[in-house]
């Protein structure tokens, strides 16, 4: 069965859709503001990687995607249905990965890296190439976005 243009305009006008886009955008805004105000960003190329794509600080946008996820889907189709089950697994996978392993993850490539620089300055290797250091999130910047995901998922359920 082809996909309609009338299928294609509910799925960008759905309220979970927008409440997970505007949740997300909105996580990504206030962590460029954030990086802004302690001089983190140093051009505008770095200011658009913030803004979209950068992962990592505080507020957590990935948390505050599936917070609004579940928030909407709770709403709109009940706490017991088998859709917010699933939403609610996803979420606490998603948080689970966030504040676990990718910090983890992104610790030890830090630690890596101190190490392969400093055998490089030992000259017990000749060249170190450091390997990308995973940015994931603290538990407070996790419960933050969190919370920003809850509020927008709420607004967009009661103001539909």
Avoid at 95 to 111: E, M, P, T, W, Y
């Amino acid at each position: 069965m082809p996909v309609t243009l009338e299928q294609i305009r509910l799925f960008f006008t759905s309220p979970i859709f927008l409440a997970c886009m505007f949740s997300w955008l909105s996580a990504q805004f206030l962590k460029t503001i954030i990086n802004l105000i302690y001089g983190r960003v140093h051009s505008f190329s770095e200011l658009l990687q913030y803004m979209f794509w950068k992962t990592g600080g505080m507020p957590s946008s990935h948390s505050a995607l599936v917070a609004s996820l579940a928030t909407t889907i709770g709403f709109r189709n009940g706490i017991s249905s088998d859709i917010f089950m699933l939403s609610m697994a996803f979420f606490f996978v998603t948080i689970r990965d966030a504040v676990g392993v990718r910090r983890a993850s992104g610790i030890q490539a830090k630690k890596i890296n101190d190490l392969g620089k400093e055998l490089e300055k030992k000259e017990i290797i000749e060249k170190y190439k450091s390997i990308k250091e995973v940015n994931g999130h603290t538990p407070l910047q996790v419960m933050f976005g969190c919370l920003l995901g809850f509020l927008v998922g709420l607004a967009f359920s009661l103001l539909k």
